[in-house]
């Protein structure tokens, strides 16, 4: 790879796909988990198709740029080769395992003669009256629906001309895949399969000529501004709007269908712009999240949640008052979270709430105790994202049933989007009106399950009366501008002060080390994008700092180069939980200052949203973050190095113990769990 000053945001998170994928090729991973990392990529993939492939066409077009040389061209590429890998993985590896363990998952093959009675039966009873054929002419009033499964199946009647029909694939209703066991073995079939093998039925009348599976990747809507400065963005607005709404950006097809017929597609639903693109036999493999196989052998040995604080009393916010806390999950149970709002939901003491939402569980019970406090007399403001990617639509459900409860509900808009992870009590104390939870993930009690995040619970009443001014801020729905001077000494808030005082704690570093005196900086994020601070950590390098990175997918800082960056090393880890915290460790000659928060280092966190990171105060939890960020760094089996041509080699140190830091941070936390 060509040296230059930055990665390219888009490839290096095809570099972190592609890791995920990797997951799925090791023989020591667990067989089930091996296949949910299949589904993992093939989502991750999904989204970049909808996300940023149609922003990367629009910006070759506006460049006019050789298709061959552009970021499109090089990410169509990189996509191909990981879609072959991933071949490999599923049909060398994958389904050879599972044959073994007496599964025979039917992919890429007929349906065994012994099973068509069973999958006849099953396409009578479950299927056939959920199928709607549509005849593809060049009137029809029909629009394929994104991501969604369909056969493009052809028929002939007598000598008359072969026709064209699309046959939905309702998996919406029905189960993915079949499974049923005859003589000992356990036969696991997709459902497009399977009616496949039952469209004589369908089209009684006609020869069936053919049937191939397709699908159609529509961009998301994209709030382009978080990616490009105005200018740009304007500009492929400007593109993205000359074509209809929710434009293809990919069509997939399987091989084999005739190219007449191919083309017939592309032309009805205006295909033209799209990546033509032969996939596999079969497609959408991200719902192998749901792959029908159980049995303790083939998943990750069960992690119990732990405790994080052993007696919690007649009221956690006594117990929070008494001293900070912090849970780390999903290592510990998410309960006590959730009692933090139950009990804020009930206690005679609690005036009022305010938190902000990004991403709404669908069975929240936050949101529900939000909506039982605000029924019980609590004065409740709620701050809910309503573009959180994906999860509008569930955001907006739980938005109206809070609203009609009584919560007051603030919705951010384009010019403030918020996506700290905050949660504010407000109570009838002497000493300590302020209770509060801060986070480096989304208050969402499903997510916790999987992804790894931290969440201070204090009742430091200076931080803490930062944080209602800035609730105050947040109702009045308006942009930060010069104005709105909020006088932060704890908090670090984005569009305030959080740049300036990342940038000036790097700042520290760099002339503690020209003045001869230690130095260090360790940073653990998801994406690392915004140039201003890549070239801080630049400068740092330069002057002699030496930089530890945990990045778990966009990484645009290239490490290792001289005169630039040999004193950055940076490791990617890929495991059994989703890597979601950010933490900030800076080493202050020996006085180390501990940060954590919800914001990215992306131009979108820091320049267009409202994002929050916060001090850790107390001695014994920064011990307890700087024990498992040591425990990451250390890690020699799930982590990789994020190298200057993003191939994520393995971490291999001669004469080191194994050192998988997931399952180190379980048993440490444990013993935290015990009194040790």
Not at 315 to 331: K, L
Not at 570 to 588: A, M, P, Q, S, T
């Amino acid at each position: 790879m060509e040296t230059s000053t930055f990665f390219d945001r888009d490839i290096s998170w095809l570099s972190f796909n592609g890791r995920v994928l990797a997951e799925a090729g090791k023989e020591t991973v667990p067989l089930l988990e091996r296949i949910k990392f299949l589904s993992i990529f093939s989502s991750n993939l999904d989204e970049f198709y909808r996300v940023r492939m149609p922003a990367l066409l629009a910006l070759q077009k506006i460049k006019k740029q050789n298709r061959e040389d552009s970021t499109y061209q090089q990410a169509a590429d990189f996509i191909q080769a990981q879609l072959h890998q991933y071949g490999q993985i599923l049909s060398q590896e994958i389904l050879p395992d599972l044959l073994k363990n007496n599964i025979r998952f039917i992919y890429k093959e007929e349906i065994p003669a012994e099973l068509i009675p069973f999958t006849t039966n099953y396409f009578f009873t479950q299927i056939a009256g959920l199928l709607q054929p549509v005849l593809l002419t060049k009137d029809v009033d029909f629009f394929p629906e994104n991501n969604q499964l369909y056969l493009a199946v052809i028929t002939q009647e007598m000598d008359a001309e072969e026709k064209l029909f699309l046959v939905n694939i309702p998996y919406d209703v029905v189960p993915r895949f079949l499974k049923t066991n005859m003589n000992g073995i356990d036969y696991i079939l997709f459902l497009e399969d399977v009616i496949k093998q039952n469209l004589r039925y369908l089209f009684s009348t006609a020869t069936i000529k053919g049937a191939f599976n397709i699908k159609i990747t529509r961009d998301a809507e994209l709030d382009l501004q978080d990616e490009y400065d105005d200018y740009l963005a304007e500009k492929i607005e400007k593109q993205l709007s000359k074509r209809d709404k929710g434009f293809a950006t990919r069509f997939l097809y399987e091989p084999g269908i005739p190219l007449r017929h191919l083309q017939s597609i592309v032309e009805l639903f205006n295909l033209h712009k799209a990546s033509v693109v032969e996939g596999g036999t079969h497609h959408n493999l991200r719902d192998l999240a749901s792959f029908p196989m159980s049995g303790a052998s083939f998943s990750y040995p069960a992690w119990p949640p732990l405790q994080s604080i052993k007696h919690i009393g007649d009221s956690i916010f006594d117990n929070i008052t008494e001293e900070d806390r912090m849970v780390h999950a999903p290592y510990q149970s998410y309960d006590t979270i959730l009692r933090f709002f139950n009990e804020a939901s009930i206690s005679a003491v609690v005036q009022e709430i305010s938190t902000t939402l990004y991403r709404v569980a669908n069975d929240s019970k936050i949101a529900q105790a939000l909506i039982s406090a605000a029924k019980n007399g609590k004065k409740v403001t709620v701050l809910i994202e309503l573009k959180a990617r994906f999860d509008e639509a569930n955001n907006l459900r739980w938005s109206k049933k809070m609203k009609a409860a009584g919560v007051k509900i603030i919705y951010s808009s384009n010019i403030m989007k918020v996506h700290a992870k905050i949660a504010l009590v407000k109570r009838k104390h002497p000493t300590h009106p302020y209770v509060a939870l801060l986070a480096t993930g989304n208050l969402n009690e499903s997510t916790a399950r999987f992804y790894t995040d931290h969440i201070l619970l204090t009742a430091h009443q200076a931080m803490l009366a930062e944080m209602e001014l800035l609730f105050t801020f947040l109702a009045k729905h308006k942009k930060a501008d010069a104005d709105d001077a909020i006088p932060f000494q704890h908090l670090l808030v984005a569009q305030f002060n959080l740049q300036t005082k990342f940038l000036a704690l790097i700042d520290r570093e760099i002339i503690n080390i020209k003045n001869g005196l230690p130095a260090g900086i360790t940073i653990k994020l998801n994406n690392l994008e915004e140039e201003t601070m890549i070239n801080k950590l630049y400068d740092a390098s330069n002057a002699g700092v030496k930089i530890k990175l945990i990045v778990r997918s966009i990484c645009r800082l290239i490490p290792g180069v001289v005169g630039q960056s040999e004193n950055i090393t940076i490791k990617r880890i890929v495991d059994r939980y989703l890597e979601h915290g950010r933490v900030f460790i800076f080493h202050n000659n020996g006085q180390e200052e501990v940060y954590m928060g919800s914001a990215d280092w992306m131009n979108r966190n820091i320049y267009r949203r409202i994002e929050v990171c916060f001090p850790i105060y107390n001695i014994a939890l920064q011990k307890q973050v700087k024990d498992i960020i040591d425990l990451q760094w250390r890690d020699n089996v799930q982590a990789v190095w994020i190298n200057d041509s993003l191939s994520n080699p393995p971490v291999i140190e001669d004469d080191v113990p194994p050192i998988r830091s997931q399952q180190e941070i379980y048993h440490y936390l444990a013993t935290k769990a015990v009194g040790d």
